[in-house]
């Protein structure tokens, strides 16, 4: 993985290649490679280690042009990163392609593959795909039949990108469990794994299923399924507009996500409630329906996503009355289920691509679940396709690597889901109001917190030596003091780990000294003064505790004790709120450390791999 764009049309495409990688750097890559068929046919590629405007450079001395081409940003899975793992891969200059995802018997090919004489040049699972394809081509003398032969030797995920050595301009696209959409211009044709790359180019697009292979020229697409039919799939139109993914006024796009935050929670909850009550056709009649008979609810989902749902699974049991169970993706799929019939299986993910949610989701089809529902931000994803019904966070392009915007949304969405599920339990009509009222005030708390940013870069900067920090909370809480400890470790590269504040004198006690920065969310609710007394043991060893509180919380400042005031909260969205001045504490720390707080080391926004 990570990014793909290609392009086929009657202009040189070099500039949209490289436009398109640039629109996909916020996903985090280590590598970039282009490869352009030429007017006389041949494959002409540049490829670099580090960011696209290397490869920019490198093309501006090294010019290529034409009218068909290929080109990938690389986050490394098999391989480091260099300029020989980068793509595109070739065979004998005669095939370049471009892969996403992970080829699970890569090795039982890359042993086939070098008896019959191929040599390789990389480290890469993706170099034994554009090698079978070759040899496919030289037994069956078509590009097309080449890919459809190749697809059924491969075993794991795939998207990817063919372009053939020879004058014919033709692109093959091929999509098995990693996405990839087709892009329509005028009389010009685009594949890209995601659609931001391509906004500015193409207004309407294709996206591929599982096990489609698109043959594309300029004549047209040709779609084919994993069974070698033609198939026709739905041509949409995105609502992304090139100019909503600017930077605007803002250092970082994470600066800027955390700042709208305000603005896209209305987005959430507008036309979804009113007159104190959840409007219940937000989810459609057949749902509204089957919820009577819902019983439990199963979440799951990864990173971010999943500390939603933890917060949710308090919801759901203390407001609802409903028993809830979350489970990180990758472990869900692997294990055995005892599952009760009337379960809704919820996925949540901000990309609505996330392998391991996907593949949750496919499991839970075969287990006998109700109904399933996905809590997602991009309603074109595969995620929502697979799901029954969603429920879309509309927070608007995401673009930094560390999620915020997406996650308070998510909160907001599962809220709602709460009282759509709770109305038939035990969730009271007062109670409804209550929770109501407080998401119609929830922007506006939100921007109250916003103003507390120069109070919060202050915090920041007593982190400019820490190497380990903790993060403590309680009850509904504790999951917000895990997102804490996420978002600073992502982009600050500084250890950090959360507990619950009941948990300190199990273990984590031992680490506490006075170079180890400590992070409590306090709200003024029935669990502040368990929490003080915990807070307290963490003073009596020397450690410096940075407290965000209630303004009503009977906290004072002390040698070792900082706190910053929030304003008064009701519990319910507590956990909205008080993740905001965590989002900007590890902002502000990152930015004080000089990391690359957008596209942190290491990370991918969008993990479309196992």
Known sequence: MCGIVGALAKRDITQV????LQRLEYRGYDSAGVAVISEEGAIQRRRTKGKVKKLEALIGQQPISGYCGISHTRWATHGAPSEANAHPHLCKSDIALVHNGIIENHEVLHKQQSKNGHEFDSQTDTEVIVHAVYDALKATGGLLKAVQETVKMLEGAYALGVVEANKNNRLIAARNGSPLVIGLGDNEYFIASDVFALLGVATHFIYLEDGDIADITLDGITIYDESGEKVTRTINETELKADNIGLGRYRHYMQKEIFE???VLKNTIEGRIGDGQLLEDCFGAEASEAFKTIEEVQIVACGTSYHAGVVAKYWFESLAGIPCHIEVASEFRYRPHIVNKKTLFVTISQSGETAD??????VSQKLGYAHTLSVCNVPESSLVRGSQWCLMTKAGPEIGVASTKAFTTQLA???LLVIALGKHHLLTKKQETNIVRQLEVLPEKVAEVL??????????????DAHNALFLGRGEQYPVAMEGALKLKEISYIHAEAYPAGE???GPLALVDEDMPIVAVAPN???????????QEVQARGGKLFVFADKKAPF???????IIRVSEIDDVISPIVYTVPLQLLAYHVAVIKGTDVDQPRNLAKSVTVE
Do not use: C, M, Y
């Not at 290649?17 to 398109?20: D, F, H, S």
């Not at 949610?357 to 496919?362: I, N, P, S």
């Not at 103003?451 to 400019?464: G, S, W």
């Not at 004072?556 to 900082?562: I, M, R, V």
């Open 413 to 415: 969405a599962l809220l």
């Open 357 to 362: 949610t996907l593949a949750a989701l496919q």
């Open 525 to 535: 609710n029935d669990l502040l003064e368990k929490l003080k007394s915990n807070l």
């Open 504 to 506: 300190l004198k199990h």
């Open 556 to 562: 004072k400042e002390a040698e070792g004790l900082s």
């Open 261 to 263: 935050q305000a603005a």
């Open 17 to 20: 290649l490289l436009q398109g």
């Open 451 to 464: 103003r507390l940013e120069p109070e919060i870069v202050k915090f920041a900067e007593q982190f400019d």
